[in-house]
């Protein structure tokens, strides 16, 4: 395909091309005429059509390396930097970024004004745009072996310079270590910061390390292991840069970033109490469309959906009232459905995060989280905290997070305080150590789990109520918690909605258990035997020594069952091999999980309704078939009984 041709269709699809510009203009004319000679009667109608129309404003905007940011912006003559054309683009506008490498903040002043009208920022259709928080270093000088030195201006950071930027902040445990939000890489994979110089020119378990100091003078100095290679040779990086893509405001709406990878920025740690700074991030808005990017190499957080920021951050940990005076000042800063909330963050590859891949203190709700790739978060475990995890959400309402691949984490999905008509279903987690897939702190509920292939040795830790559990895969141990330790009073939301209807203890319980599978000697739940509030668990299979609670009715136990439980990977896609028993027609024994079985909870006194308000009525399985008319198979999939099945269960390719 021709350049030519390639641009006709990115007008095509993107902005409005001049036969469609002239078309709406003489259209517009026509309507005012119209209204000229009938008089006032048709006045509004016409306005209602032009209102309806396209902004005739609307502009594409073109980046590229070859640009020049004097430049009118055009394909032909395009500009240099993405940061250029975000200063020029109003609502309506597009913003088409040319293959290349790009080194820049984007510090977007504005948004778009509804869904209709956003700023669209995306990498043109085909090529490879990248966008590094980090600058190159050049000029290294051997001292020894190994172990390499350079003295970086310190002009290049202005008026940030991450090699002095100390990560701190609530709940973050440095490990008598000092961290800096600092990163040295090599061809792309960041070296670990040592605790002490000396560290530096001690043999290394093939885990290169970096120590860095204030030089004589306006430069910093850096020391690294570059094993076997010459860095002059290499393409060799440092963090420049504390974010990638966030906007300085708040309240910068609508935006959409699409096809772009972004990496290597010196994030701040990001606790629920504090503005929550990501590589890519939304900063208290609504309406973000952030979709098929690749976000990677970040000191703490990929993606947040986060809190604002005010003087109080960071003070709240051990305050009297701590988070719940977060949630109070929030309410002053337009926390509601009219301002907050509302974004997509779709079929993202996250990954090489060292708190979380995403996270958001209030500023997800009423927000879908869909096909996500999230792996190798928190992994190095040079320090430590409350918010690790590949997801970190204070206050998910009304929120869907649906059909994510989450493996290689320190935690999978922690989901804590006010996750309230929330629904987690379809996703796939495995492989995260050494805490569990699924994390609930906390909440009081409704929120709705199902159709989650949970296989990782520790599949979930509960220290929540409200919860209900349907048709899942547990394959790894389920701890509960009695009652909240802390003796915490936290909050309950009033029905989609943010106000606040009550602060109220958890004391544990009030969970249903409808139509799951449990597959090892491990898995338990006998955890709610001792809950506080009533239990209600039916249809579970219990298979090769999972045992079930004495709360449990018309259970399936089967210790003799050859399972075949195993999860391949092959050419970018992951399939679960799995046998199900037997389980001798069991008409009427397993229910249909509808929100009438389900009820209401006991403390918000609310029913259990998708994050649109519509009923629960779980028709169809993980893989989107319906599940049988008579009654529907235990597990996320609807299989025949006693055969073995190869499934796939996850491909990055299959999200639309």
Request: with cysteine; aromatic share 8%; glycine share 10%.
């Given at each position: 395909m021709?350049?030519?041709?390639?641009s006709?269709?990115?007008?095509?699809?993107?902005t409005?091309?001049?036969?469609e510009?002239?078309?709406?203009?003489?259209?517009?004319?026509?309507?005012?005429?119209?209204?000229?000679?009938?008089?006032?009667?048709?006045?509004?109608?016409?306005?209602?059509?032009?209102?309806?129309?396209?902004?005739?404003?609307?502009?594409e905007?073109?980046?590229?390396?070859?640009?020049?940011?004097?430049?009118?912006?055009?394909?032909?003559?395009?500009?240099?930097?993405?940061?250029k054309?975000?200063?020029?683009?109003?609502?309506?506008?597009?913003?088409?970024?040319h293959?290349?490498?790009?080194?820049?903040?984007?510090?977007?002043?504005?948004?778009?004004?509804?869904?209709?009208?956003?700023?669209?920022?995306?990498a043109a259709?085909?090529?490879?745009?990248?966008?590094?928080?980090?600058?190159?270093?050049?000029?290294?000088?051997?001292?020894?072996?190994?172990i390499?030195?350079?003295?970086?201006p310190?002009?290049?950071?202005?008026?940030?310079?991450?090699?002095?930027?100390?990560?701190?902040?609530?709940?973050?445990?440095?490990?008598?270590?000092?961290?800096?939000?600092?990163?040295?890489?090599?061809?792309?994979?960041?070296?670990t910061?040592?605790?002490?110089?000396?560290?530096?020119?001690?043999?290394?378990?093939?885990?290169?390390?970096?120590?860095?100091?204030?030089?004589?003078g306006?430069?910093?100095?850096?020391?690294?292991?570059?094993?076997?290679v010459?860095?002059?040779?290499?393409?060799?990086?440092?963090?420049a840069?504390?974010?990638?893509?966030?906007?300085?405001?708040?309240?910068?709406?609508?935006?959409?970033?699409?096809?772009?990878?972004l990496?290597?920025a010196?994030?701040?740690?990001?606790?629920?109490?504090?503005?929550?700074?990501?590589l890519?991030?939304?900063?208290?808005?609504?309406?973000?469309v952030?979709?098929?990017n690749?976000?990677r190499?970040?000191?703490?957080?990929?993606?947040t959906?986060?809190?604002?920021?005010d003087?109080?951050?960071?003070?709240?940990?051990?305050?009297?009232?701590?988070?719940?005076?977060?949630?109070?000042?929030?309410?002053?800063?337009?926390?509601?459905?009219?301002?907050?909330?509302?974004?997509i963050?779709?079929?993202n590859?996250?990954?090489?995060?060292?708190?979380?891949?995403?996270?958001?203190s209030?500023?997800?709700v009423?927000?879908?989280?869909?096909?996500n790739e999230?792996?190798?978060?928190?992994?190095?475990r040079?320090?430590?905290?409350?918010?690790?995890a590949?997801?970190?959400?204070?206050?998910?309402?009304?929120?869907?997070?649906?059909?994510?691949?989450?493996?290689?984490?320190?935690?999978g999905?922690?989901?804590?305080w006010?996750?309230?008509?929330?629904?987690?279903?379809?996703?796939?987690?495995?492989?995260?150590?050494?805490?569990?897939?699924?994390?609930l702190?906390v909440?009081?509920?409704?929120?709705?789990?199902?159709?989650?292939?949970?296989?990782?040795?520790?599949?979930?830790?509960?220290?929540?109520?409200?919860g209900?559990?349907?048709?899942?895969?547990f394959?790894g141990?389920?701890?509960?918690?009695?009652?909240?330790?802390?003796?915490?009073?936290?909050?309950?939301?009033?029905?989609?909605?943010?106000e606040?209807?009550?602060?109220?203890?958890?004391?544990?319980?009030?969970?249903?258990?409808?139509?799951?599978?449990?597959?090892?000697?491990s898995?338990?739940?006998?955890?709610?035997?001792?809950?506080?509030?009533?239990?209600?668990?039916?249809?579970?299979v219990?298979?090769?020594?999972?045992?079930?609670?004495?709360?449990?009715?018309?259970?399936?136990?089967?210790?003799?069952?050859?399972?075949?439980l195993?999860?391949?990977?092959?050419?970018g896609a992951?399939h679960?091999?799995?046998?199900m028993?037997?389980?001798?027609?069991?008409?009427?024994r397993?229910?249909?999980?509808?929100s009438?079985?389900?009820?209401?909870?006991?403390?918000?006194?609310?029913?259990?309704?998708q994050?649109?308000?519509?009923?629960?009525?779980?028709?169809?399985d993980?893989?989107?078939?319906?599940?049988?008319?008579?009654f529907?198979?235990?597990?996320p999939?609807?299989?025949?009984?006693?055969?073995?099945k190869?499934?796939?269960?996850?491909?990055?390719?299959?999200i639309k």
């Amino acid at each position: 395909m021709t350049e030519e041709k390639r641009s006709q269709n990115r007008n095509l699809s993107g902005t409005l091309v001049d036969h469609e510009v002239h078309f709406l203009t003489a259209l517009k004319l026509s309507i005012v005429s119209s209204v000229l000679r009938s008089g006032i009667t048709h006045w509004a109608a016409g306005m209602a059509v032009m209102a309806a129309m396209p902004c005739l404003s609307a502009k594409e905007y073109h980046v590229s390396p070859r640009g020049n940011d004097t430049s009118a912006g055009t394909f032909a003559a395009p500009l240099r930097h993405i940061a250029k054309a975000a200063e020029l683009a109003m609502p309506g506008d597009v913003i088409t970024v040319h293959e290349g490498v790009y080194r820049e903040r984007i510090d977007p002043p504005r948004g778009g004004t509804s869904d209709e009208h956003r700023i669209v920022y995306r990498a043109a259709e085909g090529e490879t745009v990248v966008i590094k928080g980090s600058e190159v270093v050049k000029g290294w000088t051997r001292v020894q072996g190994d172990i390499w030195k350079v003295e970086i201006p310190n002009v290049m950071f202005g008026d940030f310079n991450p090699f002095q930027d100390l990560i701190r902040g609530d709940w973050f445990k440095p490990n008598k270590r000092k961290h800096h939000t600092a990163a040295v890489y090599l061809n792309g994979h960041w070296l670990t910061e040592a605790a002490k110089k000396q560290d530096v020119f001690a043999p290394t378990d093939n885990k290169p390390l970096w120590f860095s100091e204030p030089a004589a003078g306006d430069a910093t100095t850096v020391w690294a292991q570059f094993m076997g290679v010459d860095p002059n040779t290499q393409l060799v990086e440092v963090n420049a840069r504390q974010s990638v893509f966030y906007p300085s405001k708040t309240g910068v709406n609508y935006i959409t970033l699409r096809g772009f990878i972004l990496e290597q920025a010196a994030t701040p740690w990001a606790p629920p109490t504090a503005e929550q700074i990501g590589l890519v991030g939304t900063h208290w808005s609504k309406g973000w469309v952030i979709e098929n990017n690749t976000v990677r190499y970040s000191t703490c957080t990929g993606i947040t959906l986060g809190k604002h920021g005010d003087k109080w951050d960071n003070t709240s940990a051990n305050s009297a009232g701590g988070y719940v005076k977060t949630i109070e000042r929030a309410y002053k800063h337009g926390w509601n459905g009219q301002n907050i909330g509302h974004h997509i963050v779709r079929g993202n590859h996250i990954s090489h995060c060292e708190q979380a891949g995403i996270v958001g203190s209030l500023g997800a709700v009423f927000s879908k989280i869909i096909g996500n790739e999230i792996h190798d978060i928190h992994v190095r475990r040079l320090f430590s905290g409350h918010e690790m995890a590949g997801m970190k959400f204070h206050g998910a309402l009304d929120s869907l997070i649906e059909g994510n691949h989450v493996y290689r984490c320190s935690r999978g999905i922690w989901l804590d305080w006010m996750t309230q008509g929330t629904r987690v279903t379809k996703n796939l987690l495995h492989d995260n150590k050494p805490r569990e897939d699924i994390f609930l702190e906390v909440n009081h509920g409704p929120v709705m789990l199902d159709h989650n292939v949970l296989l990782s040795e520790k599949a979930m830790l509960v220290n929540s109520q409200g919860g209900a559990y349907a048709h899942n895969l547990f394959a790894g141990n389920i701890q509960v918690k009695v009652g909240d330790a802390e003796g915490r009073r936290t909050p309950w939301l009033k029905e989609h909605s943010t106000e606040m209807g009550g602060l109220d203890p958890n004391r544990s319980g009030d969970e249903r258990y409808y139509n799951n599978v449990f597959i090892g000697k491990s898995v338990s739940l006998a955890g709610y035997d001792k809950a506080r509030m009533d239990v209600f668990m039916a249809g579970n299979v219990f298979l090769q020594g999972a045992t079930p609670s004495r709360h449990s009715k018309d259970s399936t136990l089967s210790k003799e069952h050859r399972v075949g439980l195993k999860l391949e990977q092959k050419d970018g896609a992951y399939h679960l091999n799995l046998v199900m028993p037997d389980l001798d027609g069991g008409v009427n024994r397993f229910p249909w999980v509808t929100s009438k079985l389900l009820g209401k909870v006991k403390v918000p006194r609310q029913a259990y309704l998708q994050p649109d308000g519509s009923q629960y009525h779980l028709k169809s399985d993980y893989h989107g078939s319906a599940r049988n008319g008579m009654f529907p198979v235990p597990g996320p999939f609807e299989i025949p009984e006693g055969k073995e099945k190869k499934l796939k269960v996850w491909s990055l390719h299959d999200i639309k």
